[in-house]
């Protein structure tokens, strides 16, 4: 079974520029996730879907942030324009179902930015 | 509230021995408390999970323990080894709610051989 794919691996880029991320998650998973996880800290939530649906982007900066997921399948996130605190790896994740039915969270290997 | 607090940050344990990992929350509504383990370059992955019913989970050389009242949860490494080097993060997540995870902020852990 393939896993999470995301690209790119890695994006360096001049602050005030802009970046996005592709994810596509594991198939028949319904739920996706992008994670942000700065240097020495946990993953923190940016933004949930539930299908094609947003489920949760309380802590997604939507100023400078967005993401879709169009029909529910893979999911693009994109900064613009980025901050130098934008620098982290941004974790792409999916499971089968949400809430009671989450199970477990498949992660990618991430997508590594740079800001300059 | 919806904090997930972890210690230590880092520790270095020689093979063989028991390596402890401690976290602790806040909301009485997490109902789910998985432990993933991130190796450098790739993505957490899960590594046991325990839900509040039970006091104690044990998978192998991996064991959680979970003290309700204390709204404290452990992870436990049994002899460790080398390859179990790596960062560690506790999470909980509301299963009643969206389910989302919320990450402790990680423990890097090394094995000397």
């Known amino acids: 079974e393939a896993g999470v794919a995301q690209s790119p691996r890695y994006k360096i880029i001049e602050k005030r520029q802009s970046v996005a991320f592709w994810c596509n998650p594991i198939?028949?998973?319904?739920?996706l996730y992008w994670y942000q996880q700065i240097l020495g800290q946990g993953p923190k939530l940016l933004i949930q879907?539930?299908?094609?649906?947003?489920?949760?982007d309380s802590q997604l900066p939507k100023d400078r942030f967005s993401a879709e997921r169009l029909k529910g399948v893979d999911s693009t996130l994109k900064i613009q324009p980025a901050k130098l605190e934008d620098s982290a790896v941004y974790l792409c994740?999916?499971?089968f179902g949400m809430g009671l039915a989450t199970g477990e969270l498949f992660f990618g290997e991430g997508s590594r930015l740079t800001v300059l | 509230q919806q904090q997930v607090k972890q210690s230590p940050q880092s520790l270095i344990v020689q093979k063989g021995g028991i390596s402890i990992i401690n976290c602790a929350y806040e909301?009485?509504?997490?109902?789910?408390f998985p432990w993933y383990q991130q190796f450098p370059g790739k993505g957490p992955a899960l590594l046991i999970a325990?839900?509040?019913?039970?006091s104690e989970k044990k998978e192998g050389r991996f064991t959680i323990s979970f003290n309700k009242s204390a709204k404290q949860f452990s992870l436990h490494i049994m002899d460790s080894q080398p390859g179990d080097s790596a960062t560690y993060f506790c999470?909980?997540?509301?299963?009643?709610?969206?389910?989302?995870?919320?990450f402790g902020q990680g423990t890097t852990l090394q094995v000397k051989p």
């Open positions: 879907f539930q299908n094609n649906g947003v489920v949760d």
């Open positions: 909301n009485t509504a997490f109902d789910y």
């Open positions: 325990i839900r509040p019913d039970v």
């Open positions: 999470a909980a997540s509301e299963t009643s709610n969206t389910g989302k995870l919320i």
């Open positions: 994740a999916s499971s």
């Open positions: 198939s028949g998973h319904a739920t």
